[in-house]
C-alpha cells in the first residue's frame, strides 16, 4: 500500500489543480472574488500536494506540510464569509 502513495497524492494534485482552472475559468468570466479565492485555494492545495510528492516527505506530520492545508482552508473560509456578507 505504501507504493500506491505516490501516485494516489500525485492523482489527488492534479485533480485540485483542474479544479483551481475550473474556478479561475468561472473568475474569468464573472470577476467575482468568491471564483478567485476557490482558484487559489486548490491552486495551493495541488502544488503542495506535488511538492511532498516531490521531495519523498515520508512522514506528513511534518508541521511544515500542513501550512499550505491551512491556508488554503482559511482562504476557502474567506471566500464563503465574504459572499455572506452583507
Same mark, same amino acid.
Given at each position: 500500500m505504501n507504493s500506491l502513495m505516490p501516485a494516489l497524492t500525485g492523482a489527488?494534485? *492534479?485533480l485540485s489543480l483542474v479544479a +483551481?482552472?475550473?474556478? &479561475?475559468? =468561472?473568475?474569468?468570466?464573472?470577476?467575482?472574488?468568491? =471564483?478567485? &479565492? =476557490?482558484?487559489? +485555494?486548490? +491552486?495551493i492545495d495541488g502544488l503542495s500536494r506535488l511538492v511532498v510528492v516531490a521531495i519523498h516527505l515520508s512522514d506528513e506530520s511534518?508541521? %511544515? *506540510? %500542513?501550512?499550505?492545508? &491551512?491556508?488554503?482552508? +482559511?482562504?476557502?473560509i474567506a471566500a464563503v464569509v465574504l459572499k455572506n456578507r452583507k
Open positions: 489527488v494534485a *492534479s +483551481a482552472l475550473f474556478f &479561475l475559468r =468561472f473568475w474569468t468570466r464573472t470577476h467575482d472574488r468568491f =471564483f478567485l &479565492l =476557490f482558484a487559489l +485555494a486548490f +491552486a511534518e508541521p %511544515y *506540510s %500542513y501550512l499550505p492545508r &491551512l491556508v488554503t482552508f +482559511a482562504l476557502i
